[in-house]
């Protein structure tokens, strides 16, 4: 009985003991931050909005937020932490809409930077021969395709959503159906601004300090926080075509997306989806589709069957509509889709762009927004994308009732290999992305378990299988699953994070580098 009496005694003095060493780290943490001199302001106390983000499953609430008016704001604040030297535990989240999966904009006890609040630079847009526009690194992309497109301009390469920041995409790729001829993003970045983990404030871009540009360019926020962007700009168009047509068989739905995405003169947006066991056929969320001839739409019956959407786009100006009409129908005349599945919508460029937006409003309206999305996103190389559609959308995925599942092959010459971005080895890949909503507490196929169970089985069949595949916005929890994500890149990447961020100090909610202590 001694002996408990004296484990319980030891055990209360230790938690008092890491209590008072919480609390003395806490206080000297706000002490510290609280004598900076800012323009903008930290807040100690509405913190819980910088524990969410858009996958719903991970919280991890932070003890401060920075709400950043300026650069140097950002600088002061990562070279104090980085003076207060490896003894500090304080890591640094920037967080840009807070749009991530896995809580990788998020960190436990540390501080969140609000990028959004960044005022500066404001936007600028520089027209003549090489067209760009500079923006703040927290910048919603909706806001700089506003800004452009008062001069006529946009930028090329998009995100599915444009209510996503200009550092969040650039950490990752940015990926959508321009992708397979502008590249990704971060293909079309001249120049960059960026605050290392030391508080350096550097440019960067292809000749100056280019090692620091290519590092953050799909860098996952382990460098530097990007301040300002320099993105090409091309003329933008007044309206799109957007089409959609339909395949009973995966290997014509591909040959043809290939065709495609390798033609010199072809559709300007190029995407897919997958259909499996669903009703109501182009009900989905994702876009605001809406074919000129609705009723042969709804009135089309999939049987049961799988089928594959490839989902096409050509721009246009009105005064250009007749080219444009005969243009579509020579491509379109190479296709070998089911003939009776031909969906033609057109609608201004902005509309275009946007439309994942008003699935947003919508879903918003019925609280069908704020749900986990346990999305999951892969490269696939071509060479395996029969075995893996054959496999996953025969055998795993057996409804797509849960959200979309995209599927479209880009090409790897327009990626840059100096980039952070980890991509498979072939010279066409797939993008794969599942993008699930679950039913909240719900225990059955729509529920967050079942949906989570599945993504472990694709993935452990790629693994099985040696597809040779990468995680698009990856997840792991074990530097070892890193180490062998990045596989030969492994070492640069190590090396970049010692020249640009020793401590450690930033993005820890990536989970790939703990901060040395
Ligand atoms: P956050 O979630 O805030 O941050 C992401 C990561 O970047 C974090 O590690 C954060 O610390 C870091 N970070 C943020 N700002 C900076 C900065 N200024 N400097 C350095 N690091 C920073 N992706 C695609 O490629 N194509 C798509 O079509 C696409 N569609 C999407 C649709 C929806 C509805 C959603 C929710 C996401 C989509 N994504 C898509 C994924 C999206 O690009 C990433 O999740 C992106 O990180 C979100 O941007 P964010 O501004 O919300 O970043």
Same mark, same amino acid.
């Given at each position: ?11 209360i003095l230790l938690l ?25 302001? #930290?807040?100690?106390?509405? %913190? =819980? ?52 999966? +896995? ?76 992708? #397979? ?15 290392? &983990? ?7 871009? !292809? ?28 003329p933008a168009p007044d ?30 947006? @190029?995407?897919? /989806? ?14 605001? #589709? ?17 089928? /594959? ?24 005349? +190479?296709l070998r889709y089911i ?46 994308? =029969?075995?893996?559609?054959? !496999? %996953? ?16 092959? @880009? ?56 597809? &040779? ?23 640069? /990447?190590? +090396? ?16 790939? /580098?703990?901060?040395?202590?």
């Amino acid at each position: 009985q001694n002996n408990i009496l004296f484990i319980r005694s030891f055990m209360i003095l230790l938690l008092s003991c890491m209590t008072i060493r919480i609390n003395l780290c806490f206080s000297s943490n706000y002490s510290s931050l609280k004598t900076l001199s800012v323009d903008g302001n #930290f807040t100690f106390d509405d %913190v =819980h909005h910088a524990a969410k983000d858009f996958g719903n499953r991970f919280q991890f609430l932070p003890f401060a937020v920075l709400h950043p008016r300026s650069v140097s704001d950002i600088a002061t604040t990562i070279k104090h932490i980085w003076q207060m030297g490896p003894h500090s535990k304080l890591t640094v989240a920037a967080r840009g809409h807070g749009h991530s999966l +896995q809580g990788q904009a998020q960190v436990h006890g540390g501080l969140v930077i609000n990028m959004e609040s960044l005022q500066e630079p404001k936007m600028h847009v520089h027209a003549g021969n090489y067209p760009y526009i500079d923006v703040s690194g927290g910048e919603l992309w909706i806001n700089i395709l506003h800004e452009s497109l008062k001069y006529g301009l946009a930028p090329k390469s998009w995100t599915d959503y444009l209510h996503l920041t200009v550092g969040g995409t650039l950490s990752n790729a940015g990926i959508s159906g321009q992708a #397979f001829r502008h590249g990704p993003q971060i293909s079309n970045v001249y120049q960059l601004e960026v605050v290392t &983990g030391k508080g350096e404030v550097l440019n960067c871009s !292809e000749h100056q300090n280019s090692d620091l540009f290519y590092s953050v360019l799909g860098g996952l926020g382990q460098f530097g926080i990007i301040t300002r962007a320099r993105i090409s700009l091309e003329p933008a168009p007044d309206m799109v075509k957007w089409i959609r047509i339909l395949y009973s068989d995966f290997s014509t739905f591909s040959r043809d997306q290939e065709v495609l995405i390798s033609a010199e003169n072809s559709f300007d947006y @190029v995407e897919g /989806f997958v259909i499996i066991n669903r009703t109501g056929l182009l009900n989905n969320w994702r876009s605001s #589709f809406n074919p000129q001839d609705p009723i042969q739409a709804s009135q089309f019956e999939s049987d049961g069957r799988t089928l /594959f959407c490839l989902e096409l786009a050509k721009y246009f100006n009105t005064d250009k509509m007749d080219a444009t009409n005969e243009e579509v129908m020579i491509l379109l005349s +190479q296709l070998r889709y089911i003939p009776s599945t031909l969906f033609l919508s057109e609608v201004p460029y902005i509309e275009f762009l946007d439309r994942v937006h008003v699935s947003e409003v919508k879903l918003r309206s019925k609280g069908l927004w704020e749900v986990p999305h346990p999305w999951l996103n892969l490269l696939v190389p071509k060479s395996k994308i =029969h075995n893996f559609a054959e !496999e %996953v959308f025969g055998n795993i995925f057996t409804n797509t009732s849960n959200g979309p599942v995209l599927i479209y092959p @880009v090409k790897k010459s327009k990626w840059d290999n100096r980039t952070s971005a980890v991509i498979p080895e072939e010279d066409i890949f797939y993008l794969v992305a599942f993008l699930s909503s679950a039913v909240p507490s719900s225990t059955g196929t729509d529920g967050l378990e079942h949906i989570l169970y599945q993504n472990r089985r694709i993935l452990e069949f790629c693994g099985a299988a040696r597809l &040779g595949f990468k995680q698009y916005l990856p997840h792991y929890t074990t530097q070892e699953d890193w180490q062998a994500h990045f596989g030969p890149q492994w070492e640069v /990447f190590v +090396q970049r994070k010692s020249a640009y961020d020793p401590l450690a100090i930033l993005a820890p909610g990536q989970r790939i /580098f703990q901060k040395a202590i």
